[in-house]
């Protein structure tokens, strides 16, 4: 107990775990925001866009994450010195954490362009039909009627989308962002005979994190349901 | 119904309209000049090319030759020009397609809201006026999934009315719905008849053709087989294939 009271004081978890949710957050909001970029450019009936939208989805769907995260740290960051963040008051970790940030929206834009995608499919075309009747343009239908309701029945494949971001912020571990699995890591190396209280204490912590999303967003689905 | 049709401006012009699914001739030389204030019901068997007809007209389906022109304009290309030309032309739906998302009374101010750029209280007011007119006003903020059939039809009716169109699409509105709630649907359409509007009806409804129509247009294997009043068409009809037609679905 005392052995794990003085590990719990050497390394700062809350922090760490607070990192993940800051990685979690905001790289959800990019993958967001890029995926839906992307699944509007796949419907859209200019074919250039349509074919480069397909070509990052698929690339980066079948890229793992870690190579991504490499590129963006050492490639971009290190051999290319593009730097995210004005320096100084930002430090090098924060540069990491930025790519890393990047990294995580990067590779989940295609995931939740993908699950927009499924979204927009179980909208009836008449429902396109009908908007362009009124005279809707394609940005207003797509605005007004289409996404509006591809988003409620895409809420939970973005649920998961969620949920397999904030569990895989973890990769990002490898390129010197100090989150939760970094943590672990060193806690680890120096109290390997709290192998196993370290490892329930990050489960509690991710669950905790996660649990919740999933209950939230199985509960939120149902509600925002479009009744046909 | 106006007093002299034929002297009414044309509204909808179809030229030798020419249109292809594969190697499936669907419109073959459609020639059909509709009036201001004319009603025209277009009939025929399954296949006939009649919802196709109806949906070439505000380029829903695009066509392969010929030309189509709404008050005079021939359709423009996909773009801001046709999406401001379909404004003008109100379509209702087999299947109502109301936007699922919204309530009836947000389907009814979309158009106007979004298209026409009115104010926010006029349409809603206005669109409140339509929801009255065709029965519905008391449903206004339910969505559509709540509403029976001919409810959702006749939202779907208001909803193309909001817009102030010059010309009313019907493809096929009562074909979709049970029984006991056509006549609701049908009772707005002649409602709206009576008033002059502008309208092409692709139908099964002979009752309807008889009580609105100023002409019947008879289609069969993507053609114009015979055009007449409701009248001589079903007590006379010239062509072959419209008496077999009749006969199929007259005789019950």
Same mark, same amino acid.
Not at chain 1, 32 to 44: D, E
Not at chain 2, 126 to 145: D, F, H, S, T, W
């Given at each position: 107990?005392?052995?794990?009271?003085?590990?719990?004081?050497?390394?700062n978890?809350l922090?760490?775990?607070?990192?993940?949710?800051?990685?979690?957050?905001?790289?959800?909001?990019?993958?967001?925001?890029l995926?839906?970029?992307?699944?509007?450019?796949?419907?859209?009936?200019v074919?250039?866009f349509?074919?480069?939208?397909?070509?990052?989805t698929?690339?980066i769907?079948?890229t793992?994450?870690?190579?991504?995260?490499f590129?963006?740290?050492?490639?971009?960051?290190?051999?290319?010195?593009i730097?995210?963040?004005?320096?100084?008051?930002a430090?090098?970790?924060?540069?990491?954490?930025?790519?890393?940030?990047?990294?995580?929206?990067?590779?989940?834009?295609?995931?939740?362009a993908?699950?927009?995608?499924?979204?927009?499919?179980?909208?009836p075309?008449?429902?396109?039909?009908?908007?362009?009747?009124?005279?809707?343009?394609f940005?207003?239908?797509?605005?007004?009627?289409?996404?509006?309701?591809?988003?409620?029945?895409?809420?939970a494949?973005?649920?998961?989308?969620?949920?397999?971001?904030?569990k895989?912020?973890?990769?990002?571990?490898?390129?010197?962002?100090?989150?939760?699995?970094?943590?672990?890591?060193?806690?680890?190396?120096?109290?390997?005979?709290l192998?196993?209280?370290?490892?329930?204490?990050?489960?509690?912590?991710?669950?905790?994190?996660?649990?919740?999303?999933?209950?939230?967003?199985?509960?939120?689905?149902?509600?925002?349901?479009?009744l046909? | 119904?106006?007093?002299?049709?034929?002297?009414?401006?044309?509204?909808?012009?179809?030229?030798?309209?020419?249109?292809?699914?594969?190697d499936?001739?669907?419109?073959?030389?459609?020639?059909l000049?509709?009036?201001?204030?004319?009603?025209?019901?277009?009939?025929?068997?399954?296949?006939?090319?009649?919802?196709?007809?109806?949906?070439?007209i505000?380029?829903?389906e695009?066509?392969?030759?010929?030309?189509?022109?709404?008050?005079?304009?021939?359709?423009?290309?996909?773009?801001?020009e046709?999406?401001?030309?379909?404004?003008r032309?109100?379509?209702?739906f087999?299947?109502?397609?109301?936007?699922?998302?919204?309530t009836?009374?947000?389907?009814?101010?979309?158009?106007?809201?979004?298209?026409?750029?009115?104010?926010?209280?006029?349409?809603?007011?206005?669109?409140?006026?339509?929801?009255?007119?065709? /029965?519905? $006003?008391?449903? &206004? =903020?339910?969505?559509p999934a709540?509403? !029976?059939? #001919? %409810?959702?039809?006749?939202? *779907?009716?208001?909803?193309?009315?909001a817009?102030?169109?010059?010309?009313?699409?019907?493809?096929?509105?009562?074909?979709?719905?049970?029984?006991?709630?056509?006549?609701?649907?049908?009772?707005v359409?002649?409602?709206?008849?009576q008033?002059?509007m502008?309208?092409?009806?692709?139908?099964?409804?002979? /009752?309807? $053709?008889?009580? &609105? =129509?100023?002409?019947?247009?008879?289609? !069969?294997? #993507? %053609?114009?087989?015979?055009? *007449?009043?409701?009248?001589?068409?079903?007590?006379?009809?010239?062509?072959?294939r419209?008496?077999?037609?009749?006969?199929?679905?007259?005789?019950?």
């Amino acid at each position: 107990m005392e052995r794990l009271m003085q590990m719990l004081s050497d390394y700062n978890v809350l922090a760490a775990f607070w990192t993940t949710i800051q990685l979690t957050v905001y790289g959800a909001i990019g993958a967001l925001v890029l995926g839906t970029i992307v699944a509007v450019m796949r419907v859209s009936p200019v074919a250039v866009f349509s074919r480069a939208a397909a070509l990052w989805t698929n690339v980066i769907l079948y890229t793992p994450l870690t190579l991504i995260a490499f590129f963006f740290a050492f490639g971009v960051l290190i051999k290319m010195n593009i730097r995210l963040l004005p320096e100084p008051p930002a430090t090098l970790l924060d540069q990491h954490f930025a790519m890393g940030v990047v990294a995580i929206a990067v590779y989940h834009s295609s995931l939740v362009a993908e699950a927009l995608r499924s979204g927009i499919n179980t909208v009836p075309l008449g429902q396109a039909e009908a908007a362009r009747a009124l005279g809707l343009g394609f940005g207003q239908s797509l605005r007004e009627v289409i996404l509006p309701q591809a988003f409620r029945g895409a809420i939970a494949p973005l649920g998961s989308t969620l949920i397999a971001l904030c569990k895989n912020t973890t990769v990002v571990a490898t390129i010197s962002v100090t989150e939760a699995a970094a943590l672990m890591k060193s806690m680890i190396e120096f109290y390997s005979d709290l192998i196993v209280p370290i490892f329930v204490i990050m489960v509690t912590g991710f669950v905790i994190l996660t649990l919740p999303l999933g209950m939230f967003f199985t509960w939120w689905s149902k509600r925002a349901a479009v009744l046909r | 119904m106006t007093d002299s049709p034929a002297a009414a401006q044309p509204v909808v012009e179809m030229e030798h309209v020419d249109k292809f699914f594969g190697d499936l001739h669907v419109l073959n030389d459609i020639n059909l000049t509709v009036r201001a204030g004319e009603v025209v019901v277009v009939i025929g068997p399954s296949g006939s090319g009649k919802s196709t007809l109806c949906r070439t007209i505000n380029r829903l389906e695009g066509i392969n030759s010929g030309t189509i022109k709404v008050a005079g304009e021939v359709l423009p290309e996909e773009g801001r020009e046709l999406a401001r030309l379909r404004s003008r032309v109100g379509m209702v739906f087999q299947s109502f397609n109301l936007f699922a998302h919204k309530t009836v009374l947000e389907n009814v101010t979309l158009g106007p809201v979004k298209v026409k750029k009115s104010g926010t209280e006029d349409a809603k007011k206005r669109g409140m006026e339509l929801l009255e007119r065709v /029965g519905v $006003a008391n449903q &206004a =903020a339910k969505y559509p999934a709540q509403l !029976s059939g #001919g %409810q959702q039809q006749r939202v *779907a009716i208001a909803r193309a009315l909001a817009m102030d169109p010059m010309v009313m699409l019907f493809d096929e509105p009562t074909s979709a719905l049970d029984p006991e709630m056509v006549n609701e649907v049908l009772d707005v359409m002649v409602g709206l008849a009576q008033r002059g509007m502008t309208m092409i009806v692709v139908t099964h409804e002979m /009752g309807f $053709a008889r009580k &609105a =129509a100023d002409r019947v247009v008879f289609m !069969s294997d #993507g %053609q114009i087989v015979e055009e *007449a009043d409701p009248e001589s068409f079903f007590t006379r009809p010239q062509s072959t294939r419209a008496r077999d037609f009749l006969s199929k679905i007259l005789t019950h």
